[in-house]
């Protein structure tokens, strides 16, 4: 168990309750449940990492519980009850050093500290679809919903919002635009924050300036937008769709850049890796996709037999990609040393031979470890 | 002379437009050198022609005439035709000669049988699966919670051959109630049948007096599937048809749906009829899916003996296009699609099948 959820970069939770580890370079997948006893009331609504170092996973799930699941033991070693079913299901967890947020869908924020049972508690209104925390100023948290527009929360001073947004202007028809703002994202070295309505808008919002309204507003498609993320390049941020459609936005126009295939049902968990260029998707139709952000081409599917809630990335998705070209450069270098081996125990024609080779680059003659050098020098 | 000449002038262009002779264009000088019993001078001539003249890459389309070029056709079909017949009957010989030894069978490639491997294609020990499938929305009737009870209605203002196949419909399912659409809006008629009962919403969408689409909608907060219906055809167009069906509660049978969309969509047919059929009606609903499209029949059927069967077929019978399946009920702009039939991705590999 341990050893299998070492090796797991991609965390994903179902409609059924598991939690399930896939590892892209073994392209393997596997479930991590307690026991056999599922119920549906173990559904995963939100899932967050515990620490900075990304070694344990919090899940919560729709009975009000919130687990702790550790990556290096790949067991659950906590659960704590964090409210109950009948405010709604969670839609928002997050972690600051020694306490847990989490909010709900009637509104409820509460802060747990570790170690007392009291709570920090803070109504945010009512039918809230998101709550995400800021990850440079991780005091901060904006939520929003369904006509809950959206508000930035200070949680060291929880009465009132810092910044909440107004709605825009009246439409052609003097109507009253809705609010429905369905994930937030906070876009990194700034203060700014994006967010995707259930009427396919996509909002940026300036908390910096005096104008509540959103700065600039994108339409993609047809559908209620469910998932939002925002890649490791700046200036743009990739959306996800009821009818499975992913889209790049750029932020910087409003356009969209382009459109990642492949999903057939609903986007409902959405994760661009910290530094490579690589969104991983999660839906209704019970497959985990791995895109490229630059070429637009898929890159990983993976079947995992329930749907599918929440993703996480981690970082060491770079190592293990990296892993593989260490893995190149490793065998290289392994081949140079060997090369280094013969070098020495060999006359000097060798080594001529080599340096007349390396020298032109013509065509290759002898032993192989000379051709892949020569490779790694290109 | 004269009267010979013209004689055998006219019978050279008799034969000139009998068509067949091809080598006559080439060499009709040599016709009015020859007298008698000319049928058989033109077949030496043709042959000897046909071994000196006709060019290696000659093809049949290169004859102008169209009526020679047709009946060349025509004989090369026939000869190769032949060629076949003697080749088949020389191989089964050959089977027949050896007997035993002989090599198997070829099978034929269909696309069945090229069918690309589904990932999605449920194994009947998952148990992730099955307890999947044992707490789905469908749950409550597969533990024998709720029986059916299904509304048929149609779009607004439907027309003859609609109307018909809902009355059709309502004979075949058991429990079920045609409703006159009076241009209601979907979302508001599903909350009054959830009060009063109702398992399954069924509209049928009419487009030209033709009904053209099915949405199914499974009533408590199930999934509704929105099909592309097509062939339909009604009672009175089936031929060597049966009676009119009972009121017994028929079999069901459904055929071919391996994968884990296929098993939903399954499911979603199995609960419209209620659990215990009635084997002394002898009838039988038949969903059978192939190349994802489903085929809809209504059967009765008699055993003769203990290895022959009769049927006869009773009922409307249609075909259905799974286009999308949708989480939760009918909610085409703000629900959550499980599914999207998207023709660009999905179909272009003519043995990729996803039910």
Redesign the interface.
Known sequence: MAAKSQICSIWLGSETGILKGVSLTKKQAFNFCEMSCLSRDQEVCVMAWGDPQESEVLVGSVNGTVKTFSTDKGIFTETRECGDPSQGRFTGLAVTDSSMITCVESGLLKVWKEGSTETVEVNVGNGICRMQQNPSQRHRVATGGKENPLKVWDLERPDKPIFSAKNVAHDWLDMRVPVWVRDIGFIPDSDKIVTCTGHHQVRVYDPSTPQRRPVLEAQFGEYPLTALSLPASQGTVVVGNTHGELAILDLRKGLVRGCLKGLAGAVRGLQCHPSLPLVASCGLDRFLRVHSLEDHSLQHKVYLKSRLNCVLLSSRELESSSADDSGDVEEVKAEEEEDEVWDTMETVMEKTKKRAAQKNEATVTGVDGKKKRKLVKK | MDSNEATTSESVSKKKGKTKKLKRKVKPDEAPVQEMDQAEGEETEKKSVSEACLPPTFSVSEIKNKQRRHSMFLKLKEEKRKQKLELKKKKKKERKALGDKAPPKEVPKTIENQRIYD??TVNPE????A??EG?DEFSAYFNRLTNPKVLITTSDRPRGRTVRLCEQLATVIPHAHVYYRRGLALKRVIPQCVSRGFTYLMVINEDRKVPNGLVLCHLPDGPTAHFKVSNVRLRKEMKRRGKDPTEHVPEVILNNFTT?LGHSIGRLFAALFPHDPQFVGRQVATFHNQRDFIFFRFHRYIFKNEKKVGIQELGPRFTLKLRSLQ?GTFDS????????H?RH??DSSRRKFHL
């Open positions: 990932e999605t998952d148990e992730e699966v307890f999947d707490t884990r989480k702009k703000f629900g959550e699609y499980e599914w999207v998207k991705e999905m």
